[in-house]
């Protein structure tokens, strides 16, 4: 097919031409392009299988693929989502280390680069550059996602529960150094009820950590013609606001108020950006911690609108030998309990300030 033999010849121009990737540099594009395999895909061929496991992550050159997901109580899979050229399928599980929650099939011939996990994971630990950008790449990625399915949650008028504290993330698998850092750069600042920290379709100034009170997500969309102002889900003691807008280094998707009177440590965007800059081993840190809040918020919005084979309802008794969607992994809860310890102890340190 000399189509595609063309497109081989040229991969790293046609890789650099792609809208995702905006951050990786020419010569972690040449790396991939000749450490991934080329395939390419008749109509119908299934790159991922939902539930099994998955040893690439695929980047679509050429043609599309359809994303299914499975429904509650029926055989057929829904289709959620088209992907073309210039998009990225499978870096969920790669981020997080899960089974895939969804299925991705070609839906006309199509040309992709599918890179090893394995390849990529030895990349990164001898090229740790090359895994703080590739965690950027794949985190606003994912970003942009959680934007869509957030938007598409408010529209259907579906309130999503509450997931695991992005905190619990970011704090398993920053250092102390790290925490320490962040506790003595932000600022500390007491928001009375009814103040706004973020404003939907402005800038957002800094990331905010939610030390005391209650804050509420709103999300504001027109309605036959009228303004309507939707609260999605409130954020409790250790969640985490403003990441998205950080890492799209665009201006807010929803509003964010104090319900009640609170405390945050507000740590500035830019200070965060130089950080990120000059030491990139935290910037490795950083990204994979928030891509990992990401997918956990994708997958629980997916479960809320009742896909996933294996979500159950909360009257089902859990069997033993079955990995469900929305519960948390035994690997993930060692750290979820010394990022914990963690939070605790930038708590106490900020109150003794």
Not at 86 to 112: C, N
Not at 200 to 206: M, N
Not at 234 to 255: D, Y
Request: hydrophobic share 40%; with cysteine.
């Amino acid at each position: 097919n000399k189509t595609a033999l063309s497109l081989v010849s040229t991969m790293p121009p046609v890789l650099t031409q792609l809208n995702n990737l905006k951050v990786l540099e020419p010569p972690d594009i040449e790396w991939m392009a000749q450490t991934g395999t080329h395939k390419e895909m008749p109509v119908d061929t299934v790159l991922i299988q939902e539930g099994q496991h998955s040893d690439s992550i695929y980047f679509i050159l050429d043609g599309t693929v359809a994303v299914l997901i499975s429904q509650n109580n029926s055989e057929d899979d829904q289709e959620i989502a088209r992907c073309s050229k210039g998009e990225v399928v499978g870096e969920m599980s790669f981020i997080d280390d899960r089974l895939p929650s969804a299925t991705v099939k070609t839906v006309e011939p199509s040309l992709v680069l599918a890179l090893s996990k394995r390849q990529l994971q030895i990349k990164m630990e001898r090229d740790p550059d090359f895994g703080a950008r590739l965690y950027q790449e794949l985190t606003a990625i994912l970003s942009s996602r959680l934007r869509s399915v957030s938007k598409l949650l408010a529209q259907n008028k579906i309130v999503p529960g509450q997931a695991l504290r992005k905190v619990l993330f970011l704090f398993a698998i920053l250092n102390d150094n790290d925490i320490d850092w962040m506790v003595t750069r932000g600022k500390k600042q007491n928001a009375p009820a009814g103040t706004s920290l973020i404003q939907q379709d402005q800038p957002v100034e800094a990331l905010y950590f939610l030390l005391q009170g209650n804050l509420a997500v709103i999300f504001s969309m027109m309605v036959e013609g009228k303004p309507v102002e939707k609260e999605l889900a409130r954020r409790a003691s250790g969640e985490i606001v403003g990441e998205m807008s950080f890492v799209e280094a665009g201006n807010a998707s929803a509003s964010i108020k104090c319900a009640e009177n609170s405390v945050v440590l507000a740590v500035p965007q830019q200070m965060l950006r130089e950080k990120i800059q000059r030491d990139r081993g935290f910037a490795t840190r950083f990204y994979r911690a928030i891509s990992l809040v990401l997918i956990d918020r994708l997958r629980e919005g997916l479960i809320q609108r009742g896909f996933g084979q294996k979500a159950y309802s909360q009257d089902q008794q859990l069997a033993e030998d079955i990995e469900y969607e929305d519960e948390i992994p035994l690997d993930v809860l060692e750290p979820t309990l010394l990022a914990g310890t963690r939070f605790k102890w930038m708590m106490n340190r900020l109150q003794r300030n």
